[in-house]
């Protein structure tokens, strides 16, 4: 029975790692072979690093680049920055039972831009801030700013922020309410125990949440799709070689340049915050 069950459960693990096999690394394959010049486009001239030393080396790609990974960064810096009181709220909420319709509109709202396509994201920024938006009417000066890094960065910060307030609910839910208040009893101000207590415990999850989200929002094509005129991040660049001319090869080398520095920012997330957890377990 226990040989049964073992090789049963060996199956159901070779089945599950069967899909993202399937899906992440046989395409990955392809994209390497495509951007070596041993793929299946008809420019392909056999094997070379030429399409990706011009990946890493073009100009206007790393420009791209650049600006994908501020804008990124950025928006997941300040998403961070807004989850935290909003997971401090509903855990409390939650510990005191005081969980009602403001707490469940407001769970709808942050759970929102995950069901919402990038492109519909773009949508909602250049009904707000475009040059006919909501506020362009009343206010001239963000007349267009949908258009502009700026406007790109709060539309990222909208798409990131569900992605960092939900990995760090739970912890928010596990801290035990009893530090904070001996350190109040004991003559600590709010703001003393938040940043000696609360924030302490919830950096290591707000770290890796922090890295995963930034990878996803490094590789978003809808948001930026719907509102780059001048900005330009790397995923277009990636289409737009694709598209224009069907350069796979050059299109497979910016894919794989983009995916790295995807997998680079989750990896560093998961290591700081491992780092983070072993300091604290001293």
């Not at 990974?69 to 810096?77: D, E, R, T, Y």
């Not at 350190?183 to 922090?210: D, K, M, N, Q, Y």
Request: hydrophobic share 60%; aromatic share 4%.
């Amino acid at each position: 029975m226990p040989l049964a069950r073992r090789a049963a459960g060996a199956a159901a693990v070779a089945v599950a790692l069967a899909v993202p096999a399937a899906f992440g690394v046989f395409p990955l394959l392809v994209l390497a072979a495509n951007a070596l010049g041993m793929g299946i486009a008809p420019a392909d001239e056999g094997p070379t690093l030429a399409h990706l030393s011009a990946a890493l080396t073009s100009p206007s790609a790393q420009q791209a680049l650049g600006n994908s990974i501020l804008i990124a960064g950025g928006s997941v810096v300040a998403a961070a920055v807004l989850a935290v009181p909003l997971v401090l709220r509903q855990a409390h909420a939650e510990r005191t039972g005081r969980r009602g319709l403001r707490l469940a509109l407001m769970d709808g709202l942050l759970t929102l831009p995950i069901a919402l396509p990038g492109i519909v994201i773009g949508f909602f920024a250049i009904v707000l801030v475009g040059r006919t938006g909501l506020f362009a009417l009343a206010w001239e000066d963000v007349s267009g700013l949908a258009y502009t890094a700026t406007g790109m960065l709060v539309a990222y910060v909208y798409f990131s922020l569900p992605r960092v307030v939900g990995p760090l609910r739970a912890v928010a839910r596990e801290i035990d309410a009893a530090l904070a208040e001996t350190a109040a009893t004991l003559g600590a101000s709010p703001i003393r125990v938040l940043f000696t207590i609360t924030l302490p415990l919830l950096l290591p999850a707000l770290v890796e949440a922090a890295g995963t989200a930034a990878a996803v929002a490094l590789g978003g094509y809808g948001t930026v799709a719907t509102l780059s005129e001048g900005v330009r991040l790397l995923p277009l660049n990636v289409v737009n070689a694709l598209s224009t001319g069907y350069r796979l090869a050059e299109s497979s080398a910016l894919a794989i340049l983009l995916a790295a520095t995807a997998v680079v920012a989750m990896l560093l997330g998961r290591l700081c915050a491992t780092g983070l957890r072993r300091v604290m377990s001293r």
